[in-house]
């Protein structure tokens, strides 16, 4: 089974601090998402990465960066983290477009 | 502004009876359309696609009808069983990454 791996399940930071996400797939997907999930939103595409050190802007990049110095891993930054951000963050990997393959989820909340 | 618009937040349906979960969207240019569950603390899981050109698309219970002139697609559930009280998203492609996901439906099978 492919099993996508996120670092934490629950994460409480303040304002203003640097936070980081990691995310682990084990299936040497070539493509890597982070998806944000709010409620009355649904799931809305922050990075994507299609390759080692590629990465593409989705709908709601504003606030955040990505890095992908490894295949299997694939990491979301909140440069400076504000309240506006807090939310649960869904990392996923596929090698085609259609069938991603979603971590757990990590429920971030910023006081 | 959302481009996948689930109007329903939830429904309620009994064990054994169909489940019609809706979908609207707004960009005829998406190419494929996919229907994603998802479980309290796990991530969303692929459930079914269903290809712009084509309007019906089944496996098993399950079954993704499109109307294109509509901008509309449905999932069919039947029979409902308990195990499926999930979330339900509905999804589209556009290009090679990019899903666009609606709010979600939640689905409630009653025994």
């Known amino acids: 089974d492919v099993k996508v791996t996120q670092s934490s399940r629950y994460l409480v930071k303040r304002t203003g601090e640097k936070v980081f996400l990691e995310c682990v797939q084990d299936?040497?997907?070539?493509?890597m998402f982070w998806y944000r999930q709010d409620p009355g939103l649904g799931l809305r595409l922050i990075y994507f990465s299609y390759d080692v050190k590629m990465k593409e802007k989705g709908d709601i990049p504003e606030g955040y960066s990505v890095s992908r110095e490894k295949k299997e891993r694939f990491s979301l930054i909140l440069e400076s983290a504000s309240t506006n951000q807090t939310s649960m963050y869904l990392c996923?990997?596929?090698?085609?477009?259609?069938?991603?393959?979603f971590g757990s989820g990590t429920q971030l909340s910023v006081l | 502004d959302q481009q996948v618009k689930q109007n329903s937040p939830s429904l309620s349906v009994q064990e054994g009876r169909i489940s019609i979960l809706n979908c609207d969207y707004t960009?005829?240019?998406?190419?494929?359309f996919l229907w994603y569950k998802k479980y309290p603390a796990e991530g969303p899981t692929f459930l079914i696609s269903i290809s712009s050109i084509k309007d019906k698309n089944e496996d098993g219970r399950f079954t993704v009808f499109l109307n294109k002139s509509a901008k509309h697609l449905s999932l069919h559930i039947v029979p409902s069983q308990p195990g499926d009280s999930a979330v339900y998203f509905c999804a589209a492609l556009q290009g090679d990454y990019k899903l666009s996901f609606g709010a979600g439906t939640t689905v409630t099978v009653r025994a």
């Open positions: 960009n005829s240019m998406f190419d494929y």
């Open positions: 299936m040497d997907h070539e493509n």
């Open positions: 996923a990997s596929s090698t085609g477009q259609l069938k991603l393959f």
